[in-house]
């Protein structure tokens, strides 16, 4: 597949034919897989994930770690990149260290490893940059432990679950931290005119010191503090199976709604590696237009 920012739509489109018989490829069966394309419209990529996977316990883990640069703050692509594996890092560590620890404890994992990630970034900001704006990004995590999912995330990347099984509904499990995503929920907006608005793209939360200001200093930058971010979590079984995606919004800004990323992902095929899947669901999002950076992590759940 060709990959380089500035690729012509038409190109794109053309290779969705292709795409879609590699998605049924058997040649890597990988349970994980991901792309991160820099899009058609930017030079650089500030999106990022990483994967980890272990046993604990007789039980098989997998972690799942997508991160979204904020691109109005510095070193964007850093703070990503930086978050990501942090965050995995935490979760494999914990994991390896609790072998015989009930998976009832995968909330407060997930919880830590954003956490440790903020710090990082927070971390990071002390640095010298030629900006003034402090580094910031989203993060989606995902732990498969057993046959459960664990979800924790701060900003509007997201987590899907999409059953094997076409009768059953695909879930989005995230809940936006955006201005539109609560404007639309207060009934103030719809969804289309919130869209239009200055504010459409404005974070309400996101790891990274940016809303962290001492109050006494004028420049805003000499003392910044580190707060605990405030994710939420929640936690789902995985009956029968099926596909976990994590993305960004360089992909949900074309697929928000369950139900197109269950089409997609069905349309793949029964056979289909989450490499194919991933793959697809990517040139998907360029072939309407790829504006933004565009990252889709795939995990496939078998029935255990």
């Given at each position: 597949?060709?990959?380089?920012?500035?690729?012509?739509?038409?190109?794109?489109?053309?290779?969705?034919?292709?795409?879609?018989?590699?998605?049924?490829?058997?040649?890597d069966?990988?349970?994980?897989?991901?792309?991160?394309?820099?899009?058609l419209?930017?030079g650089?990529?500030?999106?990022?994930?990483?994967?980890?996977?272990?046993?604990?316990?007789?039980?098989?883990w997998?972690?799942?770690?997508?991160c979204d640069?904020?691109?109005?703050?510095?070193r964007?692509g850093?703070?990503?990149t930086?978050?990501?594996?942090?965050?995995?890092?935490?979760?494999?560590?914990?994991?390896?260290?609790?072998?015989?620890t009930?998976?009832?404890?995968?909330?407060?994992?997930?919880?830590?490893?954003?956490?440790?990630?903020?710090?990082?970034?927070c971390?990071?900001?002390?640095e010298?940059?030629?900006?003034?704006?402090?580094?910031g990004?989203?993060?989606?995590?995902?732990?498969v432990?057993?046959?459960?999912?664990?979800?924790?995330?701060?900003?509007?990347?997201?987590?899907y679950?999409?059953?094997?099984?076409?009768?059953?509904?695909?879930?989005?499990?995230t809940?936006?931290?955006?201005?539109?995503?609560d404007?639309?929920?207060?009934?103030?907006?719809t969804?289309?005119?919130?869209?239009?608005?200055?504010?459409?793209?404005?974070?309400t939360?996101?790891?990274?010191?940016?809303?962290i200001?001492?109050?006494?200093?004028?420049?805003?930058?000499?003392r910044?503090?580190?707060?605990?971010?405030?994710?939420d979590?929640?936690?789902?079984?995985?009956?029968?199976?099926?596909?976990?995606?994590l993305?960004t919004?360089?992909?949900w800004?074309?697929f928000?709604?369950?139900?197109?990323?269950?089409?997609?992902?069905?349309?793949?095929?029964?056979?289909?590696?989450?490499?194919?899947?991933?793959?697809l669901?990517?040139?998907?999002?360029l072939?309407?237009?790829g504006?933004?950076?565009?990252?889709?992590l795939?995990?496939?759940h078998?029935?255990?």
């Amino acid at each position: 597949m060709r990959g380089d920012a500035g690729s012509a739509v038409e190109d794109v489109r053309a290779e969705i034919a292709e795409i879609d018989r590699e998605a049924s490829s058997t040649e890597d069966r990988a349970v994980v897989a991901g792309i991160c394309h820099p899009g058609l419209a930017r030079g650089h990529n500030e999106d990022t994930f990483t994967s980890a996977a272990g046993d604990a316990g007789g039980e098989r883990w997998t972690v799942l770690v997508a991160c979204d640069g904020v691109s109005s703050s510095s070193r964007a692509g850093l703070a990503s990149t930086l978050a990501s594996q942090v965050a995995c890092d935490s979760v494999a560590e914990a994991m390896s260290e609790r072998a015989n620890t009930r998976r009832g404890r995968d909330d407060r994992t997930v919880t830590a490893a954003i956490q440790a990630a903020h710090e990082a970034v927070c971390t990071q900001a002390k640095e010298p940059s030629a900006s003034d704006d402090p580094p910031g990004t989203t993060i989606v995590v995902g732990l498969v432990h057993g046959s459960r999912l664990t979800v924790g995330w701060v900003g509007d990347s997201r987590a899907y679950w999409i059953p094997a099984d076409a009768k059953r509904e695909g879930q989005m499990l995230t809940r936006d931290h955006s201005w539109v995503y609560d404007a639309v929920e207060s009934g103030d907006f719809t969804e289309e005119q919130a869209m239009q608005s200055p504010l459409a793209h404005a974070l309400t939360r996101c790891l990274g010191p940016l809303e962290i200001v001492d109050p006494d200093d004028a420049s805003g930058l000499a003392r910044r503090r580190v707060q605990d971010v405030e994710p939420d979590v929640k936690s789902v079984d995985l009956r029968g199976p099926g596909h976990v995606v994590l993305c960004t919004d360089g992909f949900w800004n074309y697929f928000s709604a369950p139900a197109e990323v269950a089409r997609l992902v069905r349309s793949a095929g029964e056979g289909a590696t989450a490499q194919g899947i991933s793959r697809l669901l990517v040139n998907h999002a360029l072939a309407r237009g790829g504006q933004d950076n565009v990252t889709v992590l795939v995990y496939a759940h078998e029935q255990l």
